[in-house]
């Protein structure tokens, strides 16, 4: 991504994820996240704050909630399998594209104290969407009438599972590719629930 087209936010937060992940939350300065976006430190606190609150601001702009909340009400063809299977694969594509930011939220939790429930907020988000869809499925005889948020949050465990797999570069399943597990793992899905 060419940052001179982006504005001083956008390149402040995406510093700020590029050396954060490569160096950890405690070793980096605000002033080397503005340098790295070639602006200054005082612009950095102009706009954010703080780093922590950049962080938190990167971790809203860059995660999933809002394309899934446009997936959810555009893309849609009320068809089982075809719409988990396009959940499934902009998931991935969303998270491997946020792949630094997953990195440091799950590395830096712990040492910024308010920052687990600010990450847990998009999960929370994807279950309640997830789960209204579910219903609505049941409710238009497409799906079995069983338990909704159950359902969804087992079909996003299984993402989150197939993706903290591949985060660490496949090392722990190396036979099995991303591509033909989500597949066939949509098709089994699909196939218990429909009636």
Do not use: C
């Not at 790295?36 to 971790?59: D, H, I, N, V, Y």
């Not at 792949?99 to 999960?123: A, Y």
């Not at 309640?128 to 996003?156: Q, R």
């Amino acid at each position: 991504m060419d940052s001179s087209k982006l504005g001083s936010s956008d390149r402040l937060l995406l510093a700020a994820l590029n050396l954060i992940a490569a160096k950890g939350y405690n070793g980096v300065t605000t002033l080397e996240i503005a340098t790295e976006a070639g602006l200054s430190e005082k612009t950095l606190f102009r706009q954010f704050g703080s780093k922590q609150k950049l962080l938190e601001a990167a971790f809203d702009r860059y995660h999933y909630a809002e394309e899934m909340k446009k997936l959810f009400s555009e893309k849609l063809v009320w068809d089982l399998e075809k719409d988990l299977l396009l959940v499934s694969k902009t998931y991935h594509e969303i998270m491997n594209r946020n792949r630094k930011l997953i990195q440091i939220s799950l590395k830096e939790e712990g040492q910024l104290p308010g920052f687990r429930e600010r990450t847990h907020k998009h999960p929370l988000q994807l279950l309640e969407i997830l789960t209204n869809y579910f219903i609505t499925m049941s409710e238009k005889g497409k799906m079995i009438p069983t338990n909704p948020e159950m359902h969804a949050f087992s079909f996003m465990m299984m993402n989150f599972g197939a993706f903290m797999n591949d985060l660490d570069s496949h090392k722990n399943y190396s036979t099995i590719s991303l591509e033909p597990f989500i597949q066939e793992s949509v098709k089994i899905f699909a196939r218990a629930l429909q009636p």
